[in-house]
């Protein structure tokens, strides 16, 4: 298959420069990929989507009561990330993490940044993800956020900006090791004469990491990962979580608190539990501390926390940074804790509590993009461009009667990545999501999530809203000889 | 600083999980036995003679359901109810489905080997519920008996042989010691059409189905040669030797059980090793005839009665994990 047709039709393309020639750090891929016939290209394709259902990688359709799985589609051509691209990146991606987190830390403790005056407080306070029931608690080391899994997207002028933290309960890291596994078992020519660096060890890094939190450091601590069960639509990446790092899958109805201690129901007995990896939002957690009719969780939990007996990743309460509003904030919060500017920008807010910025977006709507602050998965969301008078109007008196809860962002010209299209290829909008480990050091896993909006023009890449995704490669630097490939 | 080696509690949960996954791929593969051999036994039976279909459906113990939905037992109606039936419990698609849905709750407690063969064996079995079926009956069920045994034996040869693993084999050996019940019990007192037919060849021919549906035809000639009702019977429920003999899968349970518990062979801790024990000892040292002439029907309804309190007990010594702590500082012991 040829890209001799294929045009970036004046997007930033992540393969190609303006001119039309490879970039070079894509070259060679290309070339590979073009020796290859269209029949091979497309049996590649369907053997990929095959190995796909037979593992079982689907994700749950909500609201389809069939129990209808499908599986997340997956673009055979890799996006490619230069060494030293990547390296801006994880530099930006470790002092944006370090800098949330001490910003959690003293939210829920003295507060400097509210007295300063850096952020309003009303702000801070006013947030849904904001949870009182967390103010004074110590999680082991000061770290809240263990696991995060930042969104980037590349703009028209080829800079990478940050759009969303996910600080809370962040998704996606399995396909990013699946991706890599069946990208390697179906297309295995693809990695020749480069070297991309492996993305295998993760779960090992992760297990660390959630051991470093034991808050009985001497012996050898009782990590499981707590899921919300078979119908949650990430099920598959927490059975693949636990499966990888090798513990114990758990249930809330698994788990139950006696004497201040968690304790996992067995065969043989009940077993203390040292950490557990929740995969359930705050609010689920504990309906003795959030919400009462919650099934899912643990009675009794939020106070085994608060008493140090057992320790949870991610913190609870952590999601007050993923407010949208707040997130307006963060180059002012790494100015104050990191005295440093922003390395990673963000995209330009507009706060809608702000009468000007409110007077603006009121007027530009049909330009820009518009967000409720505290929602995630591109719901709750408005495209101006891609929407009706009418869904315009509809926001707009949203945004009147709860100004704090929108913000809006001008609409960016995401940045696109060859996809294969019936027999061609096509630009297509991707993003990136890194996922960043908070243990005893800060560390990024190398690549990330790259999501692809698959409809034509699409500027929406979550898996809810018909997005698939792509193998994300970071190379190496220096000779390549001397790099192991994985 | 932890230094050896460490047992790894099961989950309740889990446990019930997988038993219940292992029960259900057994059931899934004797059902598609069923369905194989009585097709073919009706292809050798004289014209006139009549189909045979429903005995098939009272070997899973669904009569009740299958003549209230469907009626007549015919051959289409029958591969219907008992193969891709969704309100059927028993049927193919229904234990396929049922072992699939445990798998995927306990995904990381299996191998990934495992997982990957039921979810194809689901896939297949999906796929061929929206396709007619008509000469393609005999490979499918052949299709997914080979299934079954290629997850069995992908089972024993990636996954640790843990506690978790003997529970899959526990709740497999007395799913298949039920089964093996079933189908000479149905053959024993409905297959038969009358007195006078037992010792024709038509009576040789459906005892020789019999023996296929277990895989037992070959290893039973080994033992004995000619066909006899009572020595197939005998080879069936006594035989210590052949994998699907009911006497053969108690044993095999017996030892899953205590190597789950840590309780040596012959003594026991619990109701479930108790029962269970007396079972295993009851047919090790039985003899055949004075069965026969008791009564082998009796026999078998007594045998089902105590696999279904085994299966209770089961329940009960470790699923059922209630808020009775065992450790930690409520001081209660278990």
Redo the contacts between chains.
Sequence with gaps: MQFSSYDTQGFFDEMFEENGKPRPHAGLLLETVESLSEGHLLRYKHAAERLL????ITFNVYGDTAGTERIFPFDLIPRIIAADEWDHIERGLKQRVHALNCFIDDIYHDRKILKNGVIPSEVVLSAASYRKQCHGLNPPRGVWCHVTGTDLVRGGDGRYYVLEDNLRVPSGVSYVLENREVLKRIFPAVFEGLSVRPVAEYPSRLLETLESMAPNP???PRVVLLTP??YNSA?FEH??L??QMG?????G??L?V????V??????????VDVIYRRIDDDFLDPEAFRADSLLGVPGLMSAYRQGRVALANAPGNGVADDKVIYAYVPDMIRYYEGEDAILPNVPTYLCWRDDDRAYVLEHLAELVVKAANESGGYGMLVGPHSTRAQCDEFALKIQAHPRNYIAQPTLALSRVPTIVDDHFEGRHVDLRPYILYGKDIYVVPGGLTRVAMKKGSLVVNSSQGGGSKDTWVLSHGPMAQEQRQ | MNTGYRTRPLLSRVAEAVYWMGRYMERAENVARFIDVNQNLMLDLPRGFGEQWQPIVDTTGDRAAFLERYGEATLANVVEFLGFDVRNPNSIYSCVTAARESARSVRETISSEMWEQINSLYLLIATQSRKPLSEGLPQFCRDVRMACHLFQGIQHSTMSHNEAWHFIRLGTSLERADKTTRILDVKYFILLPSVSDVGTPYDDIQWGAVLKSVSGFEMYRKCFGRISPDRVVEFLLLDGEFPRAVRYCIGLADNSLHAITGTRLGAFSCPTEQRLGLLRSELDYAQVEPILQAGLHEFFDGLQARMNTIDECVRGDFFAQKVAFQVGTSGQSG
């Excluded at chain 1, 006696?258 to 201690?261: E, K, R, S, W, Y």
């Excluded at chain 1, 304790?263 to 203390?272: I, P, Q, S, V």
């Design positions: 259902l037979q593992m079982g001497s012996s050898s069960g078979i099920y059975s693949f636990a499966q513990v114990q899958l758990v249930e109805r698994d139950a006696d004497g201040g201690d304790f996992m129901r067995t065969t043989k007995g009940m077993e203390r």
